[in-house]
């Protein structure tokens, strides 16, 4: 047996969501806006009834499908997504507390989808209603199955959280329908969707049903990619597709279907469909004990991690196509870094983490999380950016035909609105990415320092865990262990990459013996009732640096404390961010400030700016400019443009 199967066979078990209540000072109001600010608001914006916002129609759509209204579609072929992934937020927040309110909200939409059902278990409100001959006729751009897969993770959400069953009666009955459909036997269509996303929400549905049959479709789909005669040439000659003069057709990399999925070891195309797929890639090669598959997987993230992803965690650098383009191609003002891109990142770094353990794919989730993820989404809720540049120049804003998507301020919702139900559904099911158990219940993995109680079997017997922490602020984390009786189990501490320095106790008493396997800290004993842990880790503010090969970052520094990412902002710096110099060694005063920003650390330093006087008109000059000490104040990234717009960089010129 080699090492990667061995690596399969002990993969690990994330605690389910309804374990598992976060009570933390930085997410539990995070959390309390999805449920009281975001959930409403979005569901208001599904309805077309948020002033100013760019219209959705999309629960029109689903009573148009069902006959209980009349008009048109409107909307991106994929706007039922957007019902899906709102829905799947409700069953996250419902699985915390039942709201027979939101919960009548939601059996009422599910009953509309019922409606709007075919005979044949059909679902899909752009073909019903716009094209009702046309089903199955273009996967590659229509979304078909995407959006299915969508409608088949709510489903499961809301299964879980309620215990009823229509919803996923409902979607079970679309997959027996699609599974008529697709496959390699004769008398089916050897296709696939161009966005990936079924996949995952197939072996969701495996989980939640025991059907094995989903799973075998989630591995038809992912195995059929790439394979030849290529399916979407065969698609696009029966339809007789004739491309106009000024489209460009689209090449297979932008949808994964450059090759077989095994021969994939770059992560080219589409950022978001690409960690999609790979999220279903390493659900299957843990269901399936695929060696094979997964070394495909860890190919490609380290293609992802070490040559294509933002010091925020964000992917996908380029507008064009929204992909991946070569290796540390990462402009900072041109950064496309879609919000969902991040969130699938988050998505396929939990998977690569249960399969095998190694801090690396938790500190990848974690930066992600703080930044990439969380940038996308105001302080107040109720606005949303889907592309997360690192630097901005507004002046230019306007001019740029390859940034016309990039707004300097976050937008209330979007004509293509992927982003703000994704990060809802992100944030309001947080609680299952922090702990996981190993299959014997003998070990528990803390990934996450996050202010959460916890009850679930360790060792025989029901065990209640209390963190409490007040991360990523500081480094301190304390566990409190409740339980009935003495029992032997192993509890297992992440030690994050950026932290050189840490102290681990256990009732007071400093260890010095403990095991540590590829990040983890592994603490093995009988614990008994009241046991508590206690971690120290050093949080220094460090001066983060590029690889030389990342050409837009020559000569500069990023900010980073903990998992978080700093900027500067015009309002605390005045114009010209890059004027700015920090030298090699700056140092930095650490202060939170509860009044700012609904409260983050800031950091404080001095650096250098030219001196240039009010009268000197002189566009270039053979004479260096002076420098003048400057103060600089730089703010969480995450929490930037909540003010007044403005310049903001991540990358700092240093000297």
């Not at 990619?225 to 057709?249: C, I, M």
């Not at 109680?453 to 065990?463: D, F, S």
């Not at 110099?581 to 509860?594: G, Q, T």
């Amino acid at each position: 047996m080699n090492k990667t199967e061995k690596q399969i066979q002990n993969q690990l078990i994330p605690v389910v969501l309804k374990q598992v209540a976060i009570q933390d000072s930085f997410w539990s109001a995070r959390e309390r806006n999805v449920i009281e600010t975001v959930v409403p608001y979005q569901w208001d914006a599904l309805n077309d009834a948020i002033p100013g916002a760019e219209p959705s129609h999309t629960i029109e759509n689903f009573r148009i499908a069902a006959g209980d209204s009349q008009g048109e579609y409107y909307g991106m072929v994929f706007q039922d997504s957007d019902l899906g992934k709102w829905l799947e937020t409700v069953g996250f927040v419902l699985s915390k507390k039942r709201d027979p309110q939101l919960e009548k909200i939601a059996d009422d939409v599910i009953d509309l989808l019922g409606r709007a059902q075919q005979s044949d278990g059909y679902l899909n409100t752009y073909y019903t209603v716009k094209e009702p001959g046309a089903r199955w006729t273009n996967l590659r751009d229509n979304h078909e199955l995407y959006c299915a897969g969508h409608l088949m993770e709510a489903a499961v959400a809301y299964y879980e959280a309620t215990g009823k069953k229509k919803f996923l009666d409902i979607m079970c009955r679309y997959a027996d329908y699609i599974a008529t459909v697709f496959g390699s036997e004769e008398d089916k269509t050897r296709g696939y969707d161009g966005h990936p996303e079924i996949e995952l929400a197939l072996v969701k549905l495996y989980q939640a049903t025991g059907n094995r049959a989903y799973l075998e479709l989630s591995k038809y789909f992912v195995d059929e990619r790439g394979q030849q005669p290529h399916y979407f040439d065969l698609e696009a000659q029966a339809r007789e597709e004739v491309l106009s003069p000024n489209k460009k057709k689209r090449l297979y990399d932008y949808f994964q279907a450059h090759l077989p999925v095994r021969e994939q070891k770059t992560a080219e195309g589409h950022s978001v469909r690409a960690v999609y797929l790979y999220s279903a890639m390493t659900d299957l090669a843990a269901d399936y004990n695929d060696a094979e598959l997964f070394d495909a997987c860890k190919a490609l993230w380290k293609d992802t991690v070490q040559s294509k992803m933002y010091v925020t965690g964000g992917i996908g650098s380029s507008a064009y196509e929204e992909r991946f383009t070569v290796p540390f191609d990462l402009p900072n003002d041109r950064a496309y870094t879609e919000t969902c891109a991040a969130i699938g990142l988050m998505f396929w770094a939990q998977r690569m983490l249960q399969v095998e353990k190694d801090r690396e794919y938790a500190d990848v989730m974690e930066l992600a999380l703080y930044n990439g993820v969380l940038s996308g989404i105001s302080l107040d809720g109720r606005s949303y950016f889907y592309v997360n540049p690192l630097e901005v120049w507004p002046a230019t804003a306007n001019f740029r035909n390859d940034m016309s998507t990039v707004k300097v301020t976050r937008q209330p919702w979007f004509g293509c609105a992927c982003c703000p139900p994704n990060i809802a559904r992100l944030i309001a099911s947080l609680g299952q990415y922090i702990y996981s158990t190993d299959p014997g219940n003998s070990e528990l993995y803390v990934h996450l320092y996050i202010g959460s109680a916890l009850e679930l079997e360790l060792g025989g017997q029901t065990v209640k865990l209390q963190q409490q922490t007040n991360y990523p602020w500081d480094g301190r984390a304390a566990l409190e262990i409740a339980l009935e009786q003495a029992a032997p189990f192993t509890i297992a501490l992440r030690m994050p990459g950026w932290c050189s320095s840490a102290k681990i106790s256990v009732n007071g008493q400093e260890i010095t013996d403990s095991v540590q396997e590829k990040g983890y800290v592994k603490i093995n004993r009988t614990w008994q009732d009241g046991d508590r842990i206690e971690l120290a880790m050093e949080i220094p503010v460090q001066l983060v640096r590029s690889h030389p090969d990342v050409r837009e970052n020559a000569g500069k520094v990023a900010l980073q404390r903990g998992p978080v990412v700093y900027c500067l902002e015009e309002i605390d710096n005045g114009p010209n961010l890059q004027d700015i110099v920090l030298s090699s060694d700056a140092e930095f005063d650490v202060e939170f400030d509860a009044q700012l920003l609904g409260g983050v650390t800031v950091l404080t330093g001095e650096a250098t700016r030219s001196d240039i006087k009010a009268d000197d008109s002189r566009l270039y000059t053979t004479q260096a400019y002076s420098r003048v000490p400057a103060a600089i104040k730089a703010i969480p990234y995450f929490a930037w443009s909540n003010r007044t717009p403005g310049e903001m960089t991540v990358w700092i010129r240093s000297q």
